[in-house]
């Protein structure tokens, strides 16, 4: 079997909520978590909600990586979704845990598009 993409979908507890509410420094650990897990950055996009919280996303060639705050209750979710063999989005996990300060983590690993060898075409 063969799979396109690995999904990581992780709840971070206990984290640093002034980390959380700080948009740019969100942006900032983002962008760096993608380079980590040697990603290829394309774009992103970050908002501040009113009176606090952060959302956003990174998109890179290999998919993206998208970050939900809740400053208020010292929680984020974090999904990391990779294609292809040379990205490896725990590297981008390590990096999160450490620079949002999470005490506590949950963490699911999904295998997206996983397809039979003898289903897969491969155009010349």
């Known amino acids: 079997m063969k799979t396109l993409g690995r999904h990581l979908v992780v709840d971070f ?18 962008m ?3 380079r980590r ?7 992103k ?6 009176p606090h919280g952060v959302s956003g996303v990174v ?6 990586l ?14 990391i979704f990779t294609c292809g063999n040379t990205v490896d989005p725990w590297l981008a996990h390590e990096y999160l845990t450490a620079m949002l300060k999470a005490k506590n983590i949950s963490v699911t690993e ?11 075409c491969v155009s010349v």
């Not at 984290?15 to 420094?25: F, G, T, Y």
């Not at 939900?68 to 209750?73: A, D, K, V």
């Open 45 to 50: 996009f970050f908002h501040t909600f009113e």
């Open 32 to 34: 760096e978590a993608a």
């Open 13 to 30: 507890y206990d984290c640093k909520s002034e980390i959380l509410n700080d948009v740019h420094q969100i942006e900032e650990i983002m």
């Open 66 to 79: 998208a970050i939900h705050t809740w400053p208020e209750y010292n929680f984020a979710s974090v999904d």
């Open 110 to 120: 999904l295998r997206r598009g996983t397809l039979a060898e003898e289903k897969i």
């Open 59 to 64: 998109v890179i060639a290999e998919s993206h």
């Open 37 to 43: 897990c040697k990603a290829t950055p394309l774009g």
